[in-house]
């Protein structure tokens, strides 16, 4: 919930990936948990937040261990990287061999507040908070639920070029500021 200052820089997803996975190793091989990894090398730099997207798949990565923790062996933690140039978008999928998502509630999986852990195991934040980082970088987020079992993560962005420069951009932007808006809060709490 802490605020960040969105800092944009040219950044290699698979980079990214690695950096979490690494962080993330002990308590999955403690729960025996088999990661493998397939990065497509030479994929294209994002301009994008290294931060934020580091933050989404730790949370994606958290989560998928979370719900293999229960789920009988063999359990395997699939992280994918792929270009689709066509599209002029990378792809990053986050598989795994837990449960699955049941349909009746994958529409709302994303939804702020909304979880399935017991209470006090979780807020329900972490995913609605990757949806609008992914949605703030330009790209979408979805998730399958495999017929098998586990289910699928898979996120899109958008390769784009760093902006013009500040007096470039400047120059641009003529929009005046928008001034007087309100905001209104809905609470269901007293």
Request: net charge negative; glycine share 8%.
């Amino acid at each position: 919930a802490r605020q960040h200052r969105l800092e944009r820089e040219e950044v290699e997803l698979n980079h990214v990936v690695r950096e979490a996975v690494e962080l993330l190793a002990y308590p999955l091989r403690e729960a025996n948990v088999e990661t493998r990894l397939a990065l497509t090398p030479d994929l294209p730099t994002l301009w994008a937040d290294p931060n934020q997207l580091h933050q989404v798949v730790v949370n994606l990565i958290t989560n998928a261990h979370q719900a293999m923790r229960e789920h009988p062996a063999p359990r395997r933690l699939s992280v994918a990287t792929r270009s689709d140039p066509a599209r002029g978008r990378v792809v990053l999928e986050v598989a795994d061999t837990g449960p699955g998502i049941p349909p009746e509630i994958q529409g709302r999986i994303f939804e702020p507040f909304f979880t399935t852990k017991a209470t006090g195991q979780g807020t329900g934040l972490g995913l609605s908070l990757c949806l609008g980082i992914i949605e703030g970088h330009g790209g979408t987020i979805g998730v399958e639920s495999l017929p098998r079992g586990g289910a699928v993560f898979r996120i899109e962005l958008p390769v784009n070029a760093p902006p013009a420069t500040e007096t470039e951009a400047a120059a641009v932007d003529t929009e005046p500021p928008l001034r007087g808006k309100a905001i209104l809060v809905v609470a269901d709490e007293p």
